[in-house]
């Protein structure tokens, strides 16, 4: 005779299911802060990598990569390790572990990229990993803890999913729009082990099962205390980038602004008419050729680092207007505090992105727009497409300049797409670099590094800019019409929806942007 068994003892009739004890709210606020800590420690991990690697679409993924490869170790491992061991024996150690290895991470990743840079994509990949997993495996922990009845499992599961992909979002949102602008980077991360640290306590002392917190704390500490000497440190760590000015030991004035560990701009700042980086040198000498010299002129300025050519334009053409567009509020404070930028400069600066910048401009308001965004080595992929380069026509004036840094190296990939890009937008476009770069040259292969590219729809002296760059020492040479055609050799334009940048860059060492 069969029998019928009924549901679990823990779950049967008028008995209330055990909690192991851990209540609804602290499995809550266990999941929601574990995940939160994943996404903090994500984003940061890609600050602190920015000044060896670069800001680039590689590095992000490799990041992202690396962070979901931690997610599913930690959930797959932690569930399964939840239905060997009793979680509550687990939970302290994750979170205490975690913590300490977080704590850890500005120190270790900074000293490999000094003394070690062949480890330090294996360490930068550990140090998102370890702590990731760790955080990861909370939840089926928790899961587990809380599954007491069969009747509810679809509830809880479903519960606490949703209590971590909060907690994500939040630690995603408060990252990026409040700690990194508030806080250092290495402040962030010590802060954060030591909450998880709190958490691994709080923890054990409940479970009375884990003792470890004690030599953990003495880890986080010494985490801290190891970040401070630790190399890589920034004067000022902005909202983008990790910011130091170095002084010129040769130019009282002299001031270089280095920004992830690339020279951005140099600015003396007693004598704004001297330019020390070649390229800079480059667009000033189109730029005087291609207006009458010392008339004023209203122009637009792509990017701002230490306003280099901005003060340049102000000192040489008095009653000239550059409106600025700077995305990196701590570099503008940098340049009111280390430059001596003035409010009566002529030079308004505006925090926020190019491409917003330019959609707010008037058709036909500028006569000269400046491209010099750059974010690492490669200019922003948004600023080089057809469409953008649609709206830098909008607001020139018939006989306006465009006038654009770029840095490129080997087979100068993404500078042929660029200046195919403003062929489509531009009657008249013109190549300025070192002969061997821009096809003028007889070397065997170029060597690379920045060009200036200018386009416009009326016909630019080009003889006279040629004496300028003589004049100024350059160096460079021009290529435009069937050279500069062949040069391009059928690059194709990028588009808003074709713009592999990262892809088609070819970095090489530091350079100035």
Known sequence: MSSVTGPPSSSAAGETPSDHGLGSRSAAALVFGSSAAVLIVEIVALRLLAPYLGLTLETSTMVIGVALTAIALGSWLGGRLADLVDPRRLLGPALGVSGAAVALTPAVLRSTAEWAPVLLLLVAGLTILVPGALLSAVTPMVTKLRLTSLAETGTVVGRLSGVGTVGAIVGTVLTGFVLISRLPVSGILISLGVLLMAGSALVGWRARGWTGTPALTLVVLAGGLATVPAPGGCDAETKYHCAR????????????????????????VDDPTYLKFTYVRAIASVVDTAFPAGEPIAAYHLGGGGLTFPRYLAATRPGTRSLVSEIDGGVVR?????FGLRPDAGIDVR????????????????DLVVGDAFGGVSVPW????????????????????YVANLIDHGDMAFARAE??????????????????DIGTGRAAAPDGGNLVV?????????????????????????????????????????????????????PHGPQAG
């Open 245 to 268: 000015v170095v002084a010129d030991p040769g130019r009282d004035g002299g001031r270089t602004l280095v920004l992830d560990g690339v020279r951005h701009s140099y600015v003396d």
């Open 351 to 366: 925090t926020e992105d190019g491409r917003i910048g330019l959609r707010r401009l008037g058709t036909g308001s500028r």
């Open 454 to 506: 200018l386009a416009s729809d009326r016909p630019v002296d080009l003889r006279a800019a040629r004496e300028a760059l003589d004049g100024r020492r350059v160096g460079w040479d021009i290529a435009t019409g069937e050279a500069l055609t062949a040069w391009i050799d059928g690059a194709r334009p990028l588009t808003d929806d074709y713009a592999p940048v990262d892809q088609l860059l070819q």
């Open 382 to 401: 948004h600023l080089t497409t057809v469409e953008a380069m649609a709206d830098v026509r909008r607001v020139l004036k018939d006989d306006g300049l």
């Open 334 to 338: 940098i340049d009111r505090e280390e």
């Open 419 to 436: 200046v195919a890009t403003l062929g489509e937008a531009f009657e008249h476009v013109a190549l300025l670099g070192e002969p061997a």
